[in-house]
């Protein structure tokens, strides 16, 4: 059998359906219940109707709503409440449950899957859930012509969906993939009739969302807002606890804590609040909690430029980096220094062979042995605040080794647009979260370190012999059956990022949700951008 192969997609379109940056990553909510301006300037207060939540989001809403295509917080959070996958996740615990289907698999080792449809399904516009839009989504997300982003996370193991009778559909695969069971909720069900028409996905694009969830979208505005109302026609397992809610998408954070704030606070919810402000909420009798997850800033090095293209090199910046002030000082403790590419809490995770632990000795020496002396470096990095504040760290903990640092700071758009344009650069430090995806190792690591990927072609690493070695061995951890073997291997190739450091976690963070617990009860946070309020009650 043939390894598997990913097929990519480039930088430029990843920006453009939706920053896979998990914090630089936007969602914004648009739209107030009447369609007025946007939400910063003249939102609907939330305060005086028990049947409206309004939530305040801390990214962007101007990127694609397509499923296929998006990495947008604030979309991938709305697209959970709208539509459907034939099985979901529970966006805490990660349990999946039947959701479009009617029933898990019984053997999650068989190489084909039998679904049957929830009876009763519909689309928010009345037609009802079909076999035929099974295979309609299925076809696009399998098409190595579209090249849809969630393609990459299917194409390798899942060979084809075909019609077993008018309510159920098959899945057969490549080979065994237990995994599947929990990465179908990235595949939501999307009507064909909608998005199959002429213009329909560039509508998606845009924000047009139809699907079979408990709340349908009755308002879209970029940059603003964007509203919600029940959808009385939903049978599923997990219906609208809400009439209506109204999503503010608001970046700035002070704005941000302002809404959520204060006797009038506008808002009941909101995600992404700042380390520094977390005191203040509490006091004012909010509850303000965290959630571990991938969260987390990466160093990302061009290999094309020496020296960085001497491990030696790479090394020593990250054993430079004095961590412990960077999460005392930027993170307010709300962060743990990366002992592996994966958080601690994942399931997969083991210590790397290689911790870059603080030791600016230990990178003198590295350097010492590269035969590297008056190393000036410009690190470029997205703006995201908190990215922003570490960015100090990493500058005097570079110094203090005799490395010049300049610190270049930029909108991520204009950032990945030099990239793109193959513009030199030397090292990034960037924000990046594929827990918004899900949890599993293989999709994890796919997601930076994908062969002909995005970001291998920014560090100009996939061609080396030691690039092969690692696409060659997570392939076959990939296609391992045994899940103690299949374990064995991740822990290898982790061991070989690690070692190799050309993108690679400084530490990973804890995001923050606060929200009112006299109005809105229920409330999980999550370790990933966003908010999940299908098991929430407004008070």
């Keep these: 059998m043939s390894a598997p192969t990913y097929r990519t997609m480039s930088r430029r379109d990843l920006l453009r359906y939706g920053s896979i940056l998990g914090a630089a990553a936007s969602i914004t909510a648009t739209v107030s219940a009447c369609g007025s301006g946007p939400a910063s300037t003249g939102s609907v207060s939330g305060d005086g109707d028990k049947e409206l939540v309004t939530a305040v989001i801390g990214y962007g809403n101007d990127q694609s709503w397509d499923p296929t295509q998006t990495a947008s917080a604030f979309a991938m959070a709305g697209i959970n409440h709208v539509y459907e996958a034939l099985v979901e996740t529970d966006p805490v615990t990660r349990e999946p449950y039947p959701a479009l289907a009617t029933a898990l698999p019984t053997d999650t ?24 839009d099974v295979l309609f989504t299925f076809q696009r997300i399998l098409d190595p012509e579209a090249k849809v982003l969630v393609g990459n996370f299917f194409r390798a193991w899942l060979k084809e969906v075909k019609k077993v009778d008018e309510t159920s559909v098959e899945l057969v695969f490549n080979f065994p993939f237990p995994d599947a ?25 845009g924000g047009k969302a139809v699907g079979s969830g408990p709340f349908k979208q009755t308002a879209h505005n970029p940059k603003s807002n964007t509203t919600f109302e029940a959808f009385a026609d939903y049978n599923g397992p997990r219906p609208a606890a809400y009439k209506k809610m109204n999503w503010l998408s608001i970046v700035d954070a002070s704005a941000r804590v302002a809404k959520i704030s204060g006797g009038h606070a506008e808002a009941q919810i909101s995600d992404n609040i700042p380390y520094a402000n977390i005191d203040q909420l509490k006091g004012s009798g909010l509850t303000v909690e965290g959630a571990k997850g991938m969260n987390h800033m990466f160093l990302m090095f061009n290999t094309g430029n020496a020296p960085f293209n001497d491990v030696r090199v790479r090394q020593a910046l990250l054993y430079a980096i004095d961590t412990k002030t960077m999460i005392d000082v930027a993170l307010k403790g709300h962060g743990a220094a990366s002992t592996s590419f994966l958080n601690e809490q994942n399931p997969s995770y083991a210590k790397a062979k290689t911790v870059y632990a603080y030791d600016p000795d230990k990178a003198k020496a590295l350097l010492a042995a590269a035969g590297v002396t008056n190393l000036s470096v410009t690190l470029m990095s997205v703006n995201v605040s908190w990215i922003a504040d570490c960015l100090p760290t990493i500058a005097n903990s570079w110094n203090a080794i005799g490395v010049k640092t300049t610190l270049q700071p930029q909108d991520t758009s204009a950032l990945f647009t030099k990239m793109d344009q193959s513009q030199d650069y030397q090292v990034v430090a ?19 370190y994908t062969a002909g990927g995005s970001w291998m072609k920014y560090t100009k690493w996939d061609a080396s012999a030691e690039a092969k070695s690692l696409f060659a061995l997570m392939d076959q951890a990939t296609k391992e059956p045994d899940q103690a073997k299949k374990l064995s291997l991740i822990h290898q190739y982790l061991d070989v990022i690690a070692e190799q450091a050309v993108l690679y976690p400084v ?21 990933y951008p966003g908010i999940n309020l299908l098991q929430s009650k407004r008070v």
């Design 109 to 132: 080792a068989a190489t084909s899957w039998k679904f049957t449809l929830r009876s009763g399904a519909k689309w928010h516009d009345g037609q009802p859930v079909t076999v035929d």
């Design 181 to 205: 069971l929990r990465r179908l909720a990235i595949a939501k069900i999307l009507p064909k009739h909608v998005f199959g028409a002429a213009g329909g996905w560039d509508a998606a694009k």
């Design 430 to 448: 960037a924000a990046s979260n594929p827990n918004q995806f899900g949890i599993d190792a293989d999709l994890i690591l796919r997601y930076n």
């Design 507 to 527: 530490v990973h963070t804890e995001l923050m949700t606060a929200w009112d617990a006299k109005k809105i009860t229920g409330v999980r946070p999550q370790g």
